[in-house]
């Protein structure tokens, strides 16, 4: 575990988090390997001279730590940093991940704004990402609100975006369960956006929590939408997509959890709907796995050779046990006029004797009737 920051270190984190854009892979690199502090000083001093430290530099005079503390504490929330109780370790799997392939799309976060009652770091350590189109058909939402139930029910958080679609369907569905979900911002702390999905993200701080990387006033954009996806994938086991289009954001979250060594999933949709076609796409690549419900999910998600669905199987029928020779004389009776036993033998190619007997046998089980010598189906 990290060491915990000091007063003056967290308070350099909580400038950087209004300097620097969420994410920002020099920022958390230079943050790491210095300190948030000795960024910010360095900063003050103009001793770093890449245009993007300038730009960082020329941030630092509108950005009030005290100001942005106290929304935050307006809106009980809190700044948690690495070395937090509730800092979850599952997010040092980003910075793994950059310095083993020296990606450079973005960062491990040094801070998150975190509102709500809930443990992030304990509710992390079972988590499954449920995301996918914000025009989601009704079949869409469905489908994703009855994943996260089974889910939330099989003891995983549900961690999503907390946008229209699929997202809040997602959270309804723990909510529903009466189970702890999280919900990712693009935006600050204090901004519940979209304002249409205000009332579920309140109820989500109540039993879970919600997170945000930009510091309280940032307001959300494509590009922070894009970096947040990051955060939903590293905080999960796996993530579940249902329904995205071929250029969803939600395809992004997948690429994260592929590259942060997290099981993908796709639901199908119908292969005419646009509104699945990227996850149909999706499935067609090696990583990703099929699921249709929340008993799938799970046992993607379990340690192997627990938590196994139940094999899907139609129903059963008393025809299931008959021999082959039965089913022979079954096909051979006739539906609506009645058959004398030589002619069911004779349509059936068996011996009389044969047919008599099987015929007995098929009556006793219900699936032949006969009346004045004639046998037919019920």
């Known amino acids: 575990m990290s060491p915990r920051a000091d007063a003056g270190e967290r308070r350099a984190r909580i400038l950087l988090s209004r300097v620097c854009e969420p994410g920002d892979a020099d920022a958390c690199r230079l943050v790491r390997a210095h300190s948030a502090a000795a960024l910010v000083e360095r900063l003050a001093a103009g001793t770093l001279p890449s245009a993007k430290a300038q730009d960082w530099a020329e941030r ?3 950005a009030d730590v005290d100001a942005m503390l106290r929304a935050a504490e307006h809106e009980a929330a809190r700044y948690i940093v690495p070395g937090d109780a509730d800092w979850p370790a599952c997010l040092g799997d980003l910075e793994v991940f950059e310095e083993e392939t020296g990606e450079r799309r973005a960062g491990a976060p040094f801070g998150l704004w975190v509102r709500g009652h809930g443990d992030l770091s304990a509710l992390s350590t079972h988590a499954v990402a449920v995301v996918g189109a914000r025009a989601a058909t009704a079949y869409g939402e469905h489908v994703a609100g009855d994943l996260a139930i089974g ?3 099989g003891g995983f958080t549900v961690v999503s975006g907390g946008a229209y679609g699929i997202d809040v369907a997602a959270h309804r569905g723990a909510l529903a369960a009466d189970r702890p979900t999280v919900a990712v911002l693009a935006g600050g702390i204090d901004r519940m956006y979209p304002q249409g999905n205000k ?3 309140r109820r989500i701080t109540e039993l879970g929590v919600v997170v945000a990387e930009a510091a309280p006033g940032c307001v959300p954009t494509k590009s922070r939408f894009l970096i947040r996806n990051r955060l939903i994938a590293a905080l999960s086991l796996g993530t579940v997509v249902v329904e995205a289009a071929l250029r ?3 395809l992004n979250t997948a690429r994260w959890a592929r590259d942060l060594n997290r099981q993908v999933m796709g639901v199908p949709g119908p292969v005419t709907s646009r509104s699945s076609s990227g996850v149909h796409q999706l499935l067609r690549q090696p990583e990703a796995v099929l699921v249709t419900d929340a ?3 799970i046992e993607q998600l ?8 139940a094999v899907k199987r139609g129903p059963v029928h008393i025809q299931d046990q008959l021999d082959l020779r039965s089913l022979q004389v ?3 009776v006739p539906k609506h006029s009645g058959a004398t036993t030589r002619s069911v033998a004779g349509v059936a190619g068996l011996t009389h004797t044969d047919v008599v007997q099987r015929l007995a046998e098929l009556r006793d089980l219900g699936l032949v009737v006969v009346e004045e010598g004639r ?3 019920p």
Do not use: I, M, Y
């Open 248 to 250: 969803s954001g939600s």
């Open 330 to 332: 079954l096909d051979a």
């Open 302 to 309: 379990s340690p192997a050779g627990t938590g196994l669905a």
């Open 199 to 201: 009332d579920v993200l």
């Open 151 to 153: 889910a939330a029910q």
């Open 295 to 297: 008993a799938e999910v």
């Open 60 to 62: 630092l005079p509108t």
């Open 375 to 377: 046998w037919r189906l």
